[in-house]
C-alpha cells in the first residue's frame, strides 16, 4: 500500500501545492492566513506518526533546527505537534537543490563552485559551534537560490559531537570513519563537504566503487584523486578528503579559512561575486523548479549513486581486500542510483540516507517568530526540506513548541484573496445511442514472489509476477521493515511503489535500512492487480548485527 497523508493541517495555513514527499513526509508550500506569507511545512507521515522513535527524532529535528542561527540554514519559524499530526514550518527559500544544478549543467566552474562550498560550509559553521554533526551533507542537501547564495537543509540523522549513533549517512560521501561507526565529529562533515565540492568541479563522485565493499574499501584506503580537480584547488581536495579526520581542518569554520585563502591566492579579490554570479546562472537554466514558478515544483529524493570505473590504477590492499570479502561474503548487494528530478526514487524509504528537494522560496531571513516559537535560523526542510525522521537530538537546543499546542509566526508580507471566476453555462448536447460494450478480457496476476538477500544494511529484493489474460501494467508495491526475528515485520521501515510495464515479469529493488532496530530485515509485496496467491513476503538477518573480526 502507498503511504497515506493525514488530512489533518497547521493551523493558521492554507495549503497551495505539494513540493516534495519521500518516504518519511511531505512538504508543502503554504500561506500564513493572517499576513499572507509564504511558507514550507513538511509533515510527518501518518504511518510514522504511529511510531513513537520517528515522532521523537521529528521533534528533535525540530529542537536541533530552534538551536541555529544562521543565514546559511532555512528558518524555523515553529514545531507544531497535536493529536492529529505534526508538522515543521519554515522558511520558504525560493532555491534549487544543487543536485539539480549537477544534473542539468554537469559541473561548475571553480569560482562557482568555491562559492558555493562557502555558503554552505558556513552553514554547517552554525552546527558545529552548537556542538552539532550534520552526518548527511550532499548535493541534495543544498539550496542554491536565484541570486547565487546557497544554503544548508536537512539535520534528519544529526549526532550530538562525540555521539556514537551508528553507521548512517549517504555512502558516496561518507568520511572512513563514519563508515567504521566511530563517534560523530566534524572532520565528517568536512569530508562530505569536500567530497561534494570535487563532483561540482569534476562532474563525477570521488570514489565509484560498485558495490558496497569497493566503495567502503574506497572511502577507507584509495589515494584522494585530487589530480582531476583544477591545480589551485587541490590543497582543499587533498586536506577535506584525507583519510584520517586529524588531518582534515577540525571543522568547517576552520575549512572556510583555508577556502578563503586558497580562492583568494588563486583568483584574486572578486573571486567570491564573479563565483555567485556564474552559479546564478546554472541556477537560472532550470526556472520551472523554483517554487515562484507557475509550474508545480517537483522533489527529488536520492540515497547514492555510484558506478564503477576502470583504469583507476588503484588497488584495495591487503586489509582492503579482507574488508571487501567479509562484505560480500555477508551479501552485501548494488547500490542503487536514485537521483531523480521529478519522479519518485526507487528508494525512497531509506531514512537514515534520505534527503527530498524540491524548490524553495523567498531569499530572505525569515520573519521573527511568536513566543514560544524556535529561533528563526535553521533547517532540515524547506522548500525543499527532507522528510527526514531519524532521532537526532541536540543537547544545546530547545523545543520551539508544546507538544499539544500551535505558535503563530509573526510575518510581514500581505495577501489578497484570489476571485473565483463565475463559470459559462455550457448547452446541453443533444443525446446519442450509446453502442454496447463488447466485454473485455482481464488481466490477472496469478502469483507474485519475492527473493531477499541482504548486506550490512542493505537489502535487494527480486520480485517475479506471473499474469494471465491480455499484458498490461501491473503495480508492485514493496514494503520495508525491520525486526528483532525472521518474518516479525514489526518496524516499519519505508514504502515504494514500481509500475512494471506491460510483458515484464520481474523486478528488483535495493533498500537502505535505515535504523538500528531489530537484525532483520524484511519486505512484503503487494500487487495491483492483486495476486492469486496473495501477498509475498521474506526476510533475512542483517551482517551488521554480526561482529566481523578485525
Not at 175 to 196: C, F, M
Not at 324 to 346: E, F, K, Q, R, S
Amino acid at each position: 500500500m502507498k503511504d497515506t497523508w493525514t488530512a489533518w493541517s497547521v493551523p493558521g495555513y492554507t495549503e497551495v501545492r505539494e513540493l516534495g514527499s519521500g518516504g518519511s513526509g511531505r512538504v508543502v508550500l503554504a500561506v500564513h492566513e493572517a499576513t499572507g506569507t509564504a511558507v514550507a511545512v513538511k509533515y510527518l507521515s501518518e504511518r510514522l506518526r504511529r511510531d513513537p522513535a520517528f515522532v521523537g527524532g521529528f521533534r528533535a529535528e525540530a529542537r536541533l533546527l530552534g538551536g541555529l542561527r544562521s543565514p546559511c540554514v532555512v528558518g524555523l519559524y515553529e514545531y507544531v505537534e497535536a493529536p492529529g499530526g505534526a508538522a515543521i514550518v519554515m522558511e520558504l527559500v525560493d532555491g534549487i537543490s544543487l543536485r539539480a544544478v549537477l544534473k542539468e549543467s554537469g559541473r561548475a566552474d571553480a569560482e562557482a563552485a568555491l562559492v558555493v562550498l562557502k555558503g554552505s560550509l558556513l552553514g554547517l559553521a552554525a552546527a558545529h559551534r552548537a556542538g552539532v554533526v550534520h552526518r548527511d551533507y550532499k548535493p541534495e542537501n543544498v539550496l542554491v537560490s536565484r541570486d547565487g547564495s546557497s544554503k544548508l537543509v536537512d539535520f534528519g540523522i544529526a549526532a550530538d559531537h562525540g555521539a556514537t549513533p551508528g553507521v548512517a549517512g549517504t555512502p558516496a560521501y561518507m568520511a572512513p570513519e563514519q563508515w567504521q561507526g566511530r563517534p560523530a565529529s566534524p572532520a565528517a562533515d568536512v569530508y562530505a563537504a569536500t567530497a561534494t565540492f570535487f563532483e561540482c568541479l569534476t562532474g563525477r563522485k570521488p570514489y565509484d566503487g560498485e558495490n558496497f565493499a569497493e566503495l567502503a574499501v574506497q572511502h577507507i584506503e584509495a589515494p584522494v584523486p585530487e589530480t582531476e580537480a583544477p591545480e589551485p584547488v587541490r590543497p582543499l581536495i587533498r586536506r577535506g578528503l584525507a583519510k584520517r579526520p586529524e588531518e582534515r581542518p577540525e571543522n568547517a569554520e576552520a575549512f572556510v579559512a583555508e577556502l578563503e585563502g586558497v580562492a583568494l591566492a588563486a583568483y584574486g579579490p572578486e573571486w567570491e561575486e564573479r563565483g555567485q554570479r556564474k552559479l546564478a546562472a546554472l541556477a537560472a537554466l532550470l526556472p520551472l523548479l523554483f517554487p515562484s514558478a507557475a509550474a508545480q515544483a517537483a522533489g527529488t529524493t536520492a540515497l547514492a549513486t555510484t558506478t564503477l570505473s576502470s583504469g583507476s590504477g588503484w588497488a584495495p590492499g591487503r586489509r582492503g581486500w579482507l574488508a571487501a570479502g567479509i562484505a560480500l561474503v555477508l551479501g552485501t548487494v548494488l547500490l542503487v542510483a536514485t537521483d531523480a528530478i521529478g519522479t519518485p526514487a526507487g528508494g525512497a524509504s531509506a531514512l537514515s540516507a534520505f534527503a527530498t528537494t524540491g524548490p524553495a522560496a523567498a531569499g530572505s531571513a525569515p520573519p521573527s517568530p511568536a513566543p514560544g516559537a524556535g529561533p528563526s535560523a535553521s533547517p532540515s526542510t524547506s522548500a525543499s526540506a527532507t522528510a527526514s525522521a531519524s532521532p537526532s537530538p541536540s543537547a544545546s537546543a530547545s523545543p520551539s513548541a508544546s507538544a499539544s499546542g500551535t505558535t503563530t509566526p509573526k510575518p510581514t508580507a500581505g495577501g489578497a484573496p484570489t476571485p473565483t471566476p463565475t463559470p459559462t453555462p455550457t448547452p446541453t448536447p443533444a443525446p446519442t445511442p450509446t453502442p454496447t460494450p463488447m466485454p473485455t478480457p482481464t488481466l490477472k496476476v496469478t502469483a507474485v514472489d519475492v527473493s531477499l538477500r541482504t548486506g550490512v544494511y542493505r537489502g535487494e529484493a527480486t520480485v517475479s509476477i506471473a499474469t494471465s489474460g491480455p499484458a498490461g501494467p501491473v503495480t508492485v508495491v514493496l514494503e520495508w521493515f525491520l525486526g528483532g526475528v525472521q518474518g516479525a515485520y514489526t518496524v516499519p521501515d519505508g514504502t515504494e511503489t514500481v509500475v512494471l510495464p506491460a510483458g515484464s515479469s520481474s523486478v528488483v529493488r535495493s533498500h537502505a535500512f535505515s535504523r538500528d532496530r531489530g537484525c532483520y530485515g524484511g519486505v512484503r509485496v503487494t500487487t495491483k492487480p492483486a495476486a492469486g496467491n496473495g501477498s509475498a513476503a521474506a526476510s533475512q538477518y542483517l551482517p551488521r548485527c554480526q561482529e566481523v573480526p578485525r
